[in-house]
């Protein structure tokens, strides 16, 4: 066996295996949501998918060293002039160099083409969250079921009695809503469902629910009127006072999208939509 052909086709494998992972975490939901879902692609998860990754790149970068020093003396001829010195800024370096720089500067300024394939990225995260489901608040799927009541105001014994009549019986409050997902292979967002009806608030439906302090993670995603349905917010009340501060809002916007038509952070709008609600 010869190492240095070892190491090509170990740089190629793991170069294959890094651009099918890249696309993989491109497409995959933000991750509170992915986790909120269970989501996986072909049986993994979007943390073993990253895991894959980052050893693959790492791999990558061991065997792109090695080839490097097998194949020094090649590399450094394209590097050498037509009286075979060697110039660091030869006319195809200037050029890889400068391919390179558009392409760091056009993705910090968000330029065409490398604003579209961002734009792309937020559109397909966006849309997951849409598919899926955005948690109540981050990382609710590694809350004890008990203190998952607790924050969400249901009652834990009637959330232990819908889960049995559905077939997901817990033995207590302890174990976390990915725990019981994964024992029942359902996702956390699934035993939210079924323990919703468990709410100690009999005027859940019409009682405005006071806003947290800060926006709970995904709150940008939701539209303004998921995000009044959420709150128990007056969804017409919440479009004249809005209106009154030169804030146009349409129900089906997301509060990010409104924040960035009027200049301004989803926070900023956040608090504003909080001084409304009091």
Same mark, same amino acid.
């Given at each position: 066996?010869?190492?240095?052909?070892?190491?090509?086709?170990?740089? %190629? #494998?793991?170069?294959?295996?890094? +651009?099918?992972?890249?696309? /993989?975490?491109?497409?995959?939901?933000?991750? $509170?949501?992915?986790?909120?879902?269970?989501? $996986?692609?072909?049986? #993994?998860?979007?943390?073993?998918?990253?895991?894959?990754?980052?050893? &693959?790149?790492?791999?990558?970068? @061991?065997?792109?060293?090695?080839? /490097?020093?097998?194949?020094?003396?090649? +590399?450094?001829?394209? +590097?050498?002039?037509?009286?075979?010195?060697?110039?660091?800024?030869?006319?195809?370096?200037? /050029?890889?160099?400068?391919?390179?720089?558009?392409?760091? @500067?056009?993705?910090?300024?968000?330029?065409?083409?490398?604003?579209?394939? &961002?734009?792309?990225?937020?559109?397909?995260?966006?849309?997951?969250?849409?598919?899926?489901?955005?948690?109540?608040?981050?990382?609710?799927?590694?809350?004890? +079921?008990?203190?998952?009541?607790?924050?969400?105001?249901?009652?834990?014994?009637?959330? &232990?009695?819908?889960?049995?009549?559905?077939?997901?019986? @817990?033995?207590?409050?302890?174990?976390?809503?990915?725990?019981?997902?994964?024992?029942?292979?359902?996702?956390?967002?699934?035993?939210?469902?079924?323990?919703?009806?468990?709410? &100690?608030?009999?005027?859940? %439906?019409?009682?405005?629910?006071?806003?947290?302090?800060?926006?709970?993670?995904?709150?940008?995603?939701?539209?303004?009127?998921?995000?009044?349905? $959420?709150?128990?917010?007056? #969804?017409? $009340?919440?479009?004249?006072?809005?209106?009154?501060?030169?804030?146009?809002?349409?129900?089906?916007?997301?509060?990010?999208?409104?924040?960035?038509?009027?200049?301004?952070?989803?926070?900023?709008?956040?608090?504003?939509?909080?001084?409304?609600?009091?």
């Amino acid at each position: 066996m010869k190492i240095r052909k070892i190491t090509s086709l170990t740089a %190629s #494998l793991t170069f294959v295996l890094m +651009l099918l992972t890249s696309i /993989v975490l491109y497409i995959v939901p933000q991750g $509170r949501v992915a986790y909120w879902a269970d989501w $996986r692609l072909w049986g #993994l998860t979007k943390t073993e998918w990253g895991n894959i990754h980052i050893n &693959m790149g790492v791999l990558f970068l @061991v065997a792109l060293a090695l080839h /490097v020093y097998y194949n020094w003396k090649p +590399l450094i001829s394209y +590097l050498k002039d037509r009286a075979k010195k060697i110039r660091v800024f030869t006319a195809e370096f200037n /050029v890889a160099l400068a391919v390179t720089a558009a392409a760091v @500067v056009g993705t910090y300024f968000l330029l065409p083409p490398f604003g579209w394939v &961002m734009s792309l990225n937020d559109r397909l995260k966006n849309a997951g969250a849409e598919t899926y489901g955005e948690p109540p608040y981050g990382h609710a799927e590694l809350s004890s +079921l008990k203190t998952f009541a607790q924050k969400m105001n249901l009652d834990l014994e009637k959330s &232990m009695a819908l889960l049995a009549a559905a077939g997901y019986p @817990v033995k207590d409050g302890g174990e976390t809503l990915q725990t019981i997902g994964r024992k029942y292979g359902i996702p956390p967002r699934k035993v939210h469902e079924v323990i919703r009806p468990a709410s &100690m608030d009999d005027n859940a %439906s019409s009682a405005v629910k006071s806003l947290p302090d800060s926006p709970p993670a995904g709150t940008g995603n939701l539209t303004l009127a998921d995000f009044s349905a $959420r709150y128990g917010l007056d #969804l017409n $009340r919440l479009l004249r006072e809005l209106q009154k501060q030169d804030i146009e809002a349409a129900v089906a916007s997301t509060i990010k999208q409104i924040a960035e038509r009027h200049n301004t952070s989803p926070i900023d709008l956040y608090e504003t939509i909080k001084e409304i609600a009091k």
